[in-house]
């Protein structure tokens, strides 16, 4: 027995499945020795302070039909997402919204302030990988990363340092 088409094509619930079940087969996955030349992207990561626009649709989409390419060309292909803290961007972004709320960051202290921030990067930080879901990225989601994420930032602290010394 067949399943008859729809009469029109419904892409929030057919690209919606068909996205999660190539995250769930791991069909963007890329492993270390598998007997293929690696070939990897490093997504630059877009900033938290909102929601993605054109130019980050133009560029995920130039990566993602490289990184495809690359995999039918049998290369072992990687593409790392992650999204970037930009400090001060975001710092007035939360600042805002407070005031929206009629809440002063002082008030909040120290501690309320972080709480707040980290809230705020849970929102758009989600929002943001959402949409590049949407557009179909073919990332390798388990290895997802954040600028301020321990591993990163300690990078980041050693090279500036080294950067400054020299």
């Avoid at 054109?54 to 690359?70: P, S, V």
């Avoid at 600042?95 to 501690?111: H, P, Q, S, T, V």
Wanted: glycine share 8%; net charge neutral.
């Amino acid at each position: 027995m067949s399943k008859e088409l729809e009469k029109t094509y419904n892409p929030a619930e057919i690209e919606k499945r068909l996205y999660e079940n190539w995250e769930k087969k791991k069909y963007f996955h890329a492993e270390v020795n598998r007997g293929k030349k690696p070939f990897t992207i490093v997504m630059p990561p877009p900033n938290i302070t909102g929601k993605l626009h054109m130019g980050h649709a133009l560029d995920n989409t130039m990566q993602d039909i490289i990184i495809r390419f690359k995999r039918m060309q049998g290369y072992e292909a990687l593409w790392i997402p992650g999204t970037d803290h930009a400090s001060i961007s975001t710092e007035v972004k939360v600042i805002n919204a407070l005031k929206e709320e009629g809440i002063d960051k002082e008030e909040l202290g120290r501690e309320g302030f972080l709480k707040r921030t980290w809230e705020w990067k849970e929102e758009y930080g989600g929002a943001i990988t959402k949409q590049l879901r949407k557009l179909g990225s073919s990332c390798d989601w388990d290895r997802e990363r954040f600028t301020l994420d321990e591993g990163c930032s300690d990078a980041v602290l050693d090279v500036f340092c080294k950067l400054h010394k020299k």
